[in-house]
């Protein structure tokens, strides 16, 4: 039972974290970006050529990621699903909290909106925590008689 609600909120906060990313992360004027959308200034970062590729092929894997665990849940394959729930919730986790940090620069003309990276650092809580219930909780055990027939 308690595999079975880890999975639930697990597969919770794998869809909540995914839909973070889609929610605002920048505003610049009147415009808002995505964390999609941001990635194309990441040269403006120093994160133009190898660094740059990196950070966009891992940021662009968490939706396939996400996915891949909540398929994984289903197949009932919960330590697996559980074990990449724990690296999607480190990586989204991880940077949405950097840039919810960074918020809060309403008066400025270029600034992080809380709202995509709380969403997303929700949603990675979530997925964690269900992953760990998910790891923590007691396998069955198959009960065998002394005479050997279960």
């Not at 595999?3 to 909540?16: D, H, M």
């Not at 920048?26 to 999609?36: A, C, F, H, I, K």
């Not at 990635?39 to 994160?47: K, Q, T, Y």
Request: glycine share 16%.
């Amino acid at each position: 039972m308690r595999r079975t609600w880890g999975a639930v909120v697990g597969v919770v906060g794998l869809i909540t974290g995914v839909a973070g990313t889609f929610l605002p992360w920048l505003r610049s004027g009147t415009v808002v970006r995505n964390s999609y959308e941001v990635l194309a200034f990441r040269g403006f970062a120093g994160l133009d050529g190898t660094a740059g590729e990196v950070v966009r092929g891992v940021w662009v894997a968490i939706t396939p990621l996400a996915v891949c665990c909540v398929v994984l849940w289903v197949l009932r394959l919960h330590r697996f699903a559980a074990c990449v729930g724990l690296v999607f919730g480190t990586i989204a986790g991880t940077v949405a909290a950097l840039a919810a940090v960074q918020g809060g620069n309403e008066g400025a003309l270029v600034g992080i909106t809380p709202t995509g990276p709380l969403v997303t650092l929700g949603g990675a809580l979530l997925g964690v925590a269900g992953a760990i219930t998910v790891l923590t909780a007691k396998s069955r055990t198959v009960i065998v008689s002394p005479g050997g027939a279960p």
